[in-house]
Nanobody, 121 residues
Framework: QVQLVESGGGLVQAGGSLRLSCAASGSIFSISSMGWYRQPSGKQRELVAA???????NYADSVKGRFTISRDNAKNTVYLQMNSLKPEDTAVYYC???????????????WGKGSLVTVSS
C-alpha cells in the first residue's frame, strides 16, 4: 500500500501565502518525479509544478515567479510554497508521485486525495 498525505491547504486572502506538503509512505521506493496538479471547480486538472529526483523543476506559466516546488528525498516529501496568491489560484491541489512498488519494481503514478486552496479577493 502507498499513502500520500497532503497538508497545508486552506483559506487565504489575495496576496497571501500558503505552503502545501505531501508525504509518501508505504511500499513505494525509488521515487523519481514528484509534483502538484490543481483542478479548479468545473475545469480540468492541470500541472502546477514538478520536480525530478535530481532537483530539476518545471512550472506552469501562470505560477512562475510566485510558486516554488521543493522536495526532501530523505522524507519522501514534496512541498509547494505559494506566494502572491490570486483568486484564480483557487482549486483543489493534488500531489502526484512516481515510484516503484513490489518485487518487480513496477513504476507507477500515485495521487493524493487533494487539498482545497481558496483565495479570497
Amino acid at each position: 500500500q502507498v499513502q500520500l498525505v497532503e497538508s497545508g491547504g486552506g483559506l487565504v486572502q489575495a496576496g497571501g501565502s500558503l505552503r502545501l506538503s505531501c508525504a509518501a509512505s508505504g511500499s513505494i521506493f525509488s521515487i523519481s518525479s514528484m509534483g502538484w496538479y490543481r483542478q479548479p471547480s468545473g475545469k480540468q486538472r492541470e500541472l502546477v509544478a514538478a520536480i525530478t529526483s535530481g532537483g530539476s523543476t518545471n512550472y506552469a506559466d501562470s505560477v512562475k515567479g510566485r510558486f516554488t516546488i521543493s522536495r526532501d528525498n530523505a522524507k519522501n516529501t514534496v512541498y509547494l510554497q505559494m506566494n502572491s496568491l490570486k483568486p484564480e489560484d483557487t482549486a483543489v491541489y493534488y500531489c502526484n508521485v512516481r515510484g516503484a512498488v513490489g518485487v518487480t519494481a513496477t513504476r507507477q503514478y500515485f495521487w493524493g486525495k487533494g487539498s482545497l486552496v481558496t483565495v479570497s479577493s
